[in-house]
């Protein structure tokens, strides 16, 4: 299984909708004049390349992105976390949460000219359920406890056991054409669904082309080719420099871009309307095999407890802190409401001293701690192309550094990330994040296998407290399902296996158009606007 594809899987994994809180987006009116206009081009900027387009392993955040404007779901999220129908117009879900059969709409056709049927929908479920594939959505959504059966346009999957998200689960698995299923390695660098626009040009490392289709009539909220406002073409292009693409969307030769850190304010300044999403952007994960320092409850524990967390979530968000509600961050925000119920330390460094003391790590007359012989040392990673996260990381190391804690900073980009987390496991703590739509794609994370077994645990978490509550949370009632979930998230800060510091808003800005973006650019809500 490969491994590496993981931590994409949790981040961009939007796909989940049930108990539903409103979506935190932010919208606000273009300078434009508000006319929809059909035709010319739609262009978003994307910050790095997406590499794989294979939509059952694709690894990284940015394909991820991509294959969601080609690929379809049986169900729409919207920026509400509403449901909506699209590729299937209806479905009806069995009330012991262990069976759901969906009723496809007719003249679905692929990418590659050929009807998009359901015996097609069941091959894509069955693929995903089959551990030996590792795709995407194995494990999180899809498993082996799930069958699926098509008769006429009508698709059943039913699981072995009782699932409270099935119609979440199963209905936001992004479909992919018979053909390319049959044969995965032809969809590296092209692109066979059933999706409004579809992939022409592909040049990697420089931009992406999509046309939209003449026969496209299945979309949400009836959306079809003729809907008026969509553009002709959709190009995404790789544009790496923040400061660039600010630049192009405030010229206009870019009419989409996720933008942060200095260059918002003069965005800002331009009026430009914008799309936000939830970004846990201070939120900080452990290492806690044998060998790593912070294997130790109370190292971690002691670590947190010194943080000014107010101060540090000011600096990791750019003065736009917002309080952390969930470790589910993603629309729909499933088992969000009524959330949280943990409760994170107060700022005590003589308290942290305590702690590394009882730990066995005590102060030296250098101002140092060690224990045996070995200084204590942590080193803290954190996302180089992020702004805000090498300020405040040195904020973090000053104040550890005043605990007697040798902090090592440590910058990286996408790659670094995959070898850290995956292979070399060369970290301590960070800001590192996981941006899952629901809390089984949070499980996958904190209660599934490690990376030397295939799995998602890459920080090595064994809690048996949180594994409880999420056994029992999988087969509840969707009534009971929730607080138990939240349960399980507080027992995970409670031992200190995540703190959550501050998230903030990832704003895209739009100029001449606008989008609808649950977590990515909905194609189909794409309007050009005059």
């Known amino acids: 299984m490969n491994s590496k594809r993981k931590v994409a899987a949790a981040l961009a994994t939007a796909a989940l909708t049930a108990v539903a809180l409103t979506a935190c987006t932010s919208s606000q009116s273009s300078d434009s004049s508000g006319e929809y206009v059909s035709g010319g081009t739609f262009v978003t900027a994307m910050s790095g390349d997406p590499g794989s387009l294979v939509p059952m392993t694709g690894i990284s955040l940015e394909a991820r992105e991509i294959i969601s404007f080609h690929y379809e779901s049986l169900v729409y999220v919207n920026a509400d976390g509403e449901l909506l129908p699209w590729l299937a117009e209806s479905w009806e879900e069995d009330a012991t949460s262990t069976s759901i059969t969906y009723t496809l709409k007719d003249g679905i056709t692929c990418a590659d000219g050929t009807p998009f049927t359901a015996e097609t929908a069941a091959a894509n479920i069955t693929y995903n359920a089959d551990p030996a594939n590792a795709t995407f959505y194995y494990g999180a959504q899809v498993s082996e406890r799930m069958t699926a059966t098509a008769d006429g346009n009508q698709l059943t999957v039913t699981s072995s056991t009782p699932d409270p998200f099935i119609l979440a689960n199963t209905g936001t698995v992004e479909m992919v054409c018979q053909a390319g299923l049959d044969d995965p390695d032809s969809l590296v660098e092209t692109m066979n669904g059933t999706g409004l626009f579809t992939l022409d040009k592909a040049t990697p490392g420089s931009s992406y082309t999509f046309t939209k289709r003449d026969d496209y009539t299945w979309g949400p909220e009836d959306v079809t080719s003729d809907t008026k406002g969509l553009p002709d073409t959709f190009e995404v292009r790789v544009v790496t420099d923040p400061g660039t693409a600010a630049n192009l969307l405030l010229s206009g030769d870019v009419n989409a871009a996720s933008i942060g850190g200095a260059d918002q304010d003069r965005v800002e300044a331009a009026g430009l309307g914008s799309e936000g999403v939830r970004n846990p952007i201070g939120e900080m994960l452990f290492n806690e095999r044998p060998e790593r320092p912070t294997s130790d409850p109370l190292v971690r524990e002691a670590l947190v407890t010194a943080i000014d967390r107010e101060q540090v979530g000011e600096v990791v968000t750019d003065g736009t802190a917002e309080e952390s509600k969930s470790l589910v961050v993603k629309s729909p925000y499933l088992c969000v409401a009524d959330g949280p119920q943990w409760t994170l330390p107060e700022t005590d460094v003589e308290k942290s001293g305590e702690l590394l003391d009882e730990a066995g790590w005590t102060l030296g007359s250098d101002g140092k701690r060690s224990k045996d012989g070995e200084p204590l040392t942590i080193k803290f990673i954190y996302d180089a192309a992020t702004p805000s996260h090498a ?26 990330w995959s070898e850290q987390l995956f292979s070399t496991f060369d970290w301590d703590t960070g800001f ?15 209660g599934g296998e490690t990376p030397d077994k295939g799995g998602n645990n890459f920080m090595f978490v064994d809690n048996p407290e949180y594994d409880a509550l999420a056994e029992q949370a999988k087969t509840a009632s969707p009534d009971e399902t929730c607080d138990l979930w939240q349960q399980a998230e507080a027992k995970l800060i409670e031992r200190t296996d995540v703190f959550p510091i501050a998230d903030a808003q990832d704003f895209m800005y739009l100029n001449g158009a606008e989008v609808e973006r649950p977590n990515f650019i909905r194609p189909t809500s794409i309007r050009m606007v005059g």
């Open 391 to 416: 300020a405040a990381a040195e904020l973090v190391q000053q104040t550890w550094d005043e605990l007697g804690v040798t902090t090592e900073l440590s910058g990286n980009d996408a790659n670094a």
């Open 432 to 446: 590192v994040q996981i941006a899952p739509g629901g809390p089984v794609i949070v499980n996958t994370f904190f």
